[in-house]
């Protein structure tokens, strides 16, 4: 009977130091490190001096997409939201980051809070390189609008496949596009999943319930598992559960409407999920491929 009970303790003992030497690990493993609500007098994380950052700045706006991102000497731009964002939210940022020409423009899908920023931005003097489109460029009237325009301005017009991949410095992003019969112009959304290092950021443009499932039923080669999500669809449409455990983000980004995003909230605290929004306050998230520092940068603040 001792040797008995000696042994559970052993067991016990053994047990609790394994758990006490893994749960550093575990913390450690956390990619994200959020300062979104951190105190002015707390400390802040810094990277090494020579570290080679990958640079995603959500600008604020509200109820519309727009992503800019830098690495080195490249930039690119995934969609450029709708014209009064632009003005109010893009363009204060492209010169608070001394940005004035894209290298290239994503378009996710031809809807006017996605694409009508660009007209805004070839007006404010802002030059692109070469405008990536998931769509035919006469897919309605806002792409043929942009299109034209861009075209005008000396501006190369490349198209997207599902499948795609390219280089972004040291970074890699992969193209994904499903489509069905029965599909919205959201549902045809260009999605991108974008890696350095170890780090990852998965942006779905505005996917649907039934782009969702199209996605869940062929899911690509590669882990979809990410550390920063962009919810689909601003927060507007609910996320498939699956897909939100597939994902499984430390961080998900919501840009849509209050009032109009309450239930993608519920779910997403429901199942213990980090969240924020780029609205009053824009959003900068660099990484050094090993993790990814989120906070509020200085010029980034606006009113509600």
């Known amino acids: 009977m001792r040797s008995a009970e000696t042994l559970r303790r052993l067991l016990a003992f053994f047990l609790c130091l394994a758990l006490l030497i893994t749960l550093p690990c575990a913390v450690a493993e956390n990619r994200v490190i959020n300062e979104l609500e951190i105190g002015r007098d707390e400390e802040r994380y810094t990277f090494p001096s020579d570290a080679e950052l990958l640079e995603v700045y959500l600008p604020s706006i509200l109820g519309a997409d727009c992503c800019i991102m830098r690495m080195g000497d490249e930039t690119l731009m995934i969609d450029a939201a709708y014209d009064t964002h632009t003005r109010e939210g893009v363009i204060p940022a492209l010169k608070a980051l001394g940005i004035s020409h894209i290298d290239t423009a994503y378009v996710s899908h031809p809807h006017d809070d996605h694409m009508k920023g660009f007209l805004t931005l070839l007006e404010n003097g802002i030059t692109f390189g070469r405008m990536a489109l998931f769509f035919e460029e006469d897919a ?4 043929r609008q942009v299109v034209q325009a861009m075209k005008e301005a000396g501006v190369e017009i490349v198209h997207l496949k599902d499948g795609d991949e390219t280089d972004f410095g040291k970074a890699h992003i992969r193209f994904l596009r499903r489509q069905r019969t029965d599909f919205t112009v ?14 990852s950021y998965f942006t779905v443009g505005d996917i649907e319930n039934r782009g969702q499932d199209v996605l869940m039923q062929k899911l690509p080669s590669f ?8 919810h689909p669809h601003h927060g507007y449409a609910p996320i498939r559960k699956d897909l939100l455990e597939t994902v499984d983000p430390e961080l998900v980004i919501v840009t849509g409407q209050y009032a109009s995003t309450n239930a993608a909230i519920r779910l997403l605290n429901s199942r213990g999920y980090t969240w924020t929004r780029q609205f009053p306050e824009a959003i900068e998230m660099l990484c050094d491929g090993q993790h990814w520092l989120v906070r509020h940068p200085s010029w980034g603040s606006r009113k509600r």
């Open 186 to 199: 959201n549902d045809l959304s260009g999605m991108m999943y974008i890696t350095y290092g170890d780090c």
């Open 140 to 143: 309605n009237w806002i792409s």
């Open 223 to 230: 882990s979809l598992k990410c550390d920063i999500f962009k």
